[in-house]
């Protein structure tokens, strides 16, 4: 499963997702986001979507504290002990929080890599 992060006409930008990947694939997720569920999704095709990304986890709640914790530990252990760099940059949607709180979940999860010995770049959050 992915999410597109729409763009200016965001019920346009659903119609391009659900004409390519079909109405059974694509739902909304909110007012600026759409899920696409097809093995076949690429984002360099569509022309109405900011980005896109891959869904690792869903949460049932809005606290951006369990989700932040929940991130550093998949992270942590997905990428402990990897031989390359990794970049990483974490963008957030439907959480009222200031830019430095999502950059510290960015940092937490570099210390953590850095006791490893796995090297992380952190793409600063604007």
Not at 7 to 12: E, I, N, S, V, Y
Not at 20 to 27: E, I, Q
Not at 39 to 60: C, D, R, T, W, Y
């Amino acid at each position: 499963m992915h999410i597109a992060i729409l763009g200016r006409q965001p019920a346009l930008s659903v119609a391009e997702l659900e004409r390519l990947y079909g109405t059974h694939a694509v739902r909304w997720f909110s007012e600026q986001a759409a899920l696409v569920d097809s093995p076949n999704f690429n984002f360099e095709i569509l022309g109405g979507s900011q980005k896109a990304g891959k869904v690792i986890f869903e949460l049932n709640h809005h606290n951006w504290l369990t989700a932040s914790r929940k991130i550093v530990q998949y992270y942590t252990g997905k990428w402990q002990a990897r031989e390359h760099k990794i970049t990483l940059g974490i963008s957030v949607y439907g959480f009222n929080i200031p830019p430095r709180d999502v950059q510290k979940t960015g940092l937490i999860i570099k210390k953590k890599l850095r006791e490893t010995n796995t090297s992380l770049r952190l793409i600063p959050n604007a």
